[in-house]
Each structure stands twice: as C-alpha cells, then as structure tokens.
C-alpha cells in the first residue's frame, strides 16, 4: 500500500512538473515583443485612379505619371521641396540649381490649386524643412475659377501644412505675369492681391516673384519666357537668384 502511494505521488509530481514546464513557455512567448508593424509609405501617394477636378485630359496621365517618379524617388525627413506646376516641374533638378541636394522638386505641369491639396500626404509625412509653393494660374485660365477661390486653396494647402508640420517653414510665391493681355491679367493681380494682403500668418512668408517678372504693362518680360507663360533659363536664373537666400539661409 506504501508503495503505491510513492508511485501516485511520484506520478502527480512528474505532472505538476509538465504543467510547470507548459506554463513557464507559454508565459515566455506571451511576453515576447512583437516587432511593429513597417509603415507603407505608399499610401502616402494618390491612387492612380485618382480624378483631380479642371486637369485637363493630358494633365490627368502626366499627375499619374509624376506621382510614381515620386514615389520611386521618395522624400527625406528634413527637405526642401519646391512644389506647383509645370514652371516648378520644367525647373528641373532644384538640387543643382542650389548646390543643395537636400531641394527636392515636386511640380507637375498642368496641375491646380486641388491637385495640390491631394498629394500633400507625402509633405506631412516628411516634415519638409521648408516647402516652396507656386500654383495657382492653371486655375485661373479657367473662366469659371475666380482669384477668391484659388487664393482660398493657396490658404487651404498652408493651412493644412502647418496643421500637420508645424516646423515645416512654408513660402508662398506669387503667381508669376503671363503675356496675356485680357482678363488673365487682372485675375492673377487680384488673386496676388489677395495673397499678399488678406492672409495675415506668422507661419509663412510671401515671395513676390510676380514683380521680378513683370513688365510695365503687368506682362511678362519677354527675355524670360519662351512662350509667354514657361521660363526661359534666364527666367529661372531670375528665380533662383531671388530665392537663394531664403533656401540657404
């Protein structure tokens, strides 16, 4: 009788000591650390599928186009990123221009005050050190559009901006002159107008541009533009040499 005592308290020790045992393993996984979960820094990018209103139909495949070099070529925390339309674009490597390769470039031609709006997920998440902004005349060539609504996007990307990188200085540069004689004329004074005067911020700096640009008849001075609105290379050299100061400083 004895021994079979010894033998069920033997067998109940050998139990106790599996279930110890299971224990001691399922406590040392549970408490293991998982690695967190990467980032898709892709989602940061509008889908191709994306429908941007007043682009145009070859504006529509060239944003698309644009936003995959983007995303092939992506930011890094602490840039200078130049970003607008086609004069932006057609600037080329903004990086030489400075001798700064941290100045990146994010112009798509043809694209609008909107078209901006909705690719700025990628300036949030970079926390650019200084965002250089010029948009705002394709917008204008439309009939529809008025100075008051393209002056509201300029505010809306600031905005939006500062809300999400409030260390992220930001420049808006005014719409430069074209050699359009008509009401193009008056509708980018007055959406500069606004700009300049109607938008009271300590957290971003106007750069007239438009009045390196502009001759004495408000129109663009011929010797800087091959087609009355694109910028010959003294053009940029204008542009470069006026904002090089603010970039380096």
């Not at 204008?140 to 002056?151: D, K, Q, S």
Request: hydrophobic residues 35%; glycine residues 6%.
């Amino acid at each position: 009788m004895r021994i079979k005592k010894i033998k069920q308290m033997k067998t109940l020790f050998y139990i106790l000591l599996a279930l110890l045992s299971l224990y001691s393993c399922t406590s040392e996984i549970s408490t293991t650390p998982k690695p967190e979960p990467t980032f898709d820094t892709s989602t940061l990018y509008p889908s191709p599928d994306v429908v941007i209103p007043y682009h145009t139909e070859w504006t529509k495949n060239h944003y698309i186009q644009r936003i995959a070099e983007f995303k092939a070529n992506r930011l890094q925390i602490g840039d200078i990123v130049f970003i607008g339309n086609s004069i932006t674009e057609l600037g080329g490597n903004w990086g030489t221009r400075f001798s700064n390769s941290k100045v990146k470039n994010r112009g798509i031609a043809g694209d609008v005050t909107v078209g901006v709006i909705n690719r700025l997920e990628e300036i949030y998440y970079y926390k650019p050190e200084k965002v250089y902004l010029e948009i705002g005349i394709n917008d204008l060539f439309r009939t529809e559009l008025t100075p008051e609504y393209v002056a509201n996007n300029i505010q809306r990307i600031v905005d939006k901006i500062h809300l999400e990188t409030p260390s992220t200085k930001i420049y808006v540069q005014t719409i430069l002159p074209t050699s359009n004689n008509t009401s193009l004329k008056a509708k980018i004074a007055a959406t500069n107008a606004i700009i300049k005067n109607s938008i009271q911020t300590n957290y971003y700096q106007v750069i007239d541009l438009y009045a390196l640009f502009a001759d004495t008849n408000d129109l663009i001075i011929s010797s800087y533009t091959v087609d009355g609105i694109h910028l010959t290379e003294a053009g940029y050299g204008i542009w470069e040499n006026y904002v090089k100061g603010f970039v380096n400083n």
